[in-house]
């Protein structure tokens, strides 16, 4: 059972590049999330989605683009990379109810210069 | 608003002695509260939860915490450290009547001597 699998684990952008940060998970889970984690700020909310085709903001949107076309992925884009975006990213899912435990991924350690 | 905070950023323990790392949040609902560990280059792993009932709650690795709703507190507790307990830790309150929202705090940083 491989749980949350996110690709790539290391990444150096350009600004101004865009790309795709993969996320699939095989628990089939209806909840699924993107945070990125910066020091001395814990894990901030980008995307979230409560099942396909529906996805909200979280606290950080700006910058990022998700959909959700299957149960099993939600692919985060970046549109154009700046340098805020320096970050490690983590993809989570979640089963039903707030109150269950999220599964989180490796982590994707995305460096923009 | 939400949040959550942990007011040390850093604990340094002696292998073998007790531990207690702080969790406050701010949340107005009954709050669904977490616990998670982070190894370095690693995701989170979640060491306990609590959302309802007994107050004292038992997770994995012979962690505890105790929910205290008069002071909006969760606080995390070991009676021994271990050497393989060094690490990084984050209390989170789920948000909303849904799942996949998460409230984490800042995150403390647990390092043991031996």
């Not at chain 1, 150096?12 to 095989?26: N, P, R």
């Not at chain 1, 889970?29 to 099942?51: A, K």
């Not at chain 2, 009932?53 to 606080?75: H, M, P, W, Y």
Request: glycine share 12%.
């Amino acid at each position: 059972n491989a749980g949350v699998t996110q690709t790539p684990k290391f990444q150096v952008l350009k600004t101004g590049q865009s790309m795709t940060l993969q996320c699939a998970q095989d628990m089939n889970h209806e909840y699924m999330s993107w945070y990125r984690q910066d020091p001395g700020m814990g894990l901030r909310l980008i995307h979230y989605s409560v099942g396909a085709g529906i996805t909200d903001q979280g606290e950080v949107p700006n910058g990022y683009n998700v959909s959700r076309s299957t149960t099993e992925d939600f692919p985060l884009r970046l549109l154009s990379a700046a340098p805020s975006q320096t970050s490690v990213y983590f993809c989570a899912s979640q089963g039903q109810g707030p109150n269950t435990e999220a599964f989180f991924g490796q982590g994707t350690r995305l460096t923009v210069v | 608003a939400q949040s959550v905070t942990q007011p040390d950023i850093h604990i340094t323990v002696s292998e073998g002695a007790s531990l207690e790392l702080r969790c406050n949040y701010s949340y107005g609902a009954t709050p669904y509260l977490f616990w998670y560990v982070q190894s370095p280059g690693q995701g989170l792993q979640l060491l306990l939860k609590y959302f309802s009932g007994d107050t004292l709650v038992q997770g994995i690795k012979g962690f505890e915490a105790e929910f205290k709703r008069s002071q909006s507190s969760f606080n995390l507790r070991k009676p021994s450290v271990h050497w393989s307990d060094a690490a990084e830790y984050f209390c989170a309150v789920g948000a909303g009547n849904q799942g996949g929202k998460l409230i984490f705090g800042q995150g403390t940083e647990l390092s043991v001597k031996p």
